[in-house]
């Protein structure tokens, strides 16, 4: 099963591949830079960068609405530019969140005037965005949030609470916020979404959280009476907007990211060529297997792509790909054998943890089952809302 590319779409692909070789040709040492595991690489570069792909109007092509300096294209279109991105190992991108996440949930939640605020400086790539969802004690049981915020005097929300895991919020210009603005309220009721500047010295206080790779991506975040001018979906209805915002997560760029997974299985192979390993048929077979799965993986995508109707679609892709790249990464370190426990470099005092790619790949792909929904919770929404299993007891 392949995707339906007609000439339209390739003519688009050939003005994507040119453009997107020549701006990277212009940036030496950017390419695959800054993707999973190591988002601190060449930060300051790869902003520079998300401001170059505004400029050249490739930021916000998914957004069912053009007018906010973004082109609008078609659903093939788009398929194309995420493969094309990821096959010219550009780097990884630090406007994913507003563009993927924030921008449709304006489009479908927001007011006019909170679409020309915020939209456009998200497609010129000059304000970067968090999400401020997970707290201690509410991650998967996001509806345990106690994140609060109230008003202040001059009708503005005052937030306070902590929030964890937050991606890039050391970063970002803005988050988007779970907060409750009901006293006393429980669960899923009284929660809005809010809007949050980060440049709040004293009300914002913004902690790395270190990582199994070293490096530090995520953040612990605390609002201390943090200012929010803006609520999106209106007083009190948060979790459908939040629940709306979780739909957008996950599409076409999963056929982007299978292109990345392919390009490891690939070094994975050649490892295991080089070290001898691929004699052994047992490592053989997993290989192989691997490499079915990815194509299964890349059909299931393509066959659910545009279609809102299959429930439980985002958690099947979910369960698949999570489990798939966890098994990649403790293959990448069993073709290497003892080998793999070694540093690609002398530990010295100013580098003592270092790791090079197979090691990195092995190490971030553990929490692939936990982060954006772990497995559990993916089970829980296919057996509750596709198989119509009682509900669990609250």
Known sequence: MEFGFGDDDETFRSEARAWLAEHIRAHPGIAGRGGPGSEHEAAGERRAWERELGSGGWIGIGWREGGYGNRVATLTQQVVWAEEYARARAPGRHGHIGENLLAPTLLAHG???????????IARGEELWCQGYSEPGAGSDLASLRTAAVRDGDGRWRVSGQKVWTSLAHQADWCFVLARTE???????GISFLLVPMN?????????????????????????GAVAEDVVGGEGNGWRVAMGLLGFERGVSTLAQQIGFQEELTGVVRDAVASGAIRDPVLADRIVRLWAELRTMRWNALRTLGGAEDAGAPSVAKLLW??????LGELALRVRGAAAAAGP???????????DEQQRLFLFSRADTVYGGSDEIQRTIIAERVLGLPREAL
């Open 111 to 121: 007011t006019e005037e909170q679409c020309r605020r915020f939209l456009p400086p």
């Open 200 to 224: 709040q010295p004293g009300r914002i206080d913004v902690r790395p959280i270190p990582q199994l790779t070293g490096t530090s991506e995520f953040n612990e975040v605390f609002f201390d």
């Open 183 to 189: 006293p006393g309220s429980r669960r899923h009721h």
């Open 345 to 355: 470099h002398d530990w010295t005092p100013d580098a003592p943890y270092q790791l």
């Open 322 to 327: 999570g489990g798939w790249h966890q098994r």
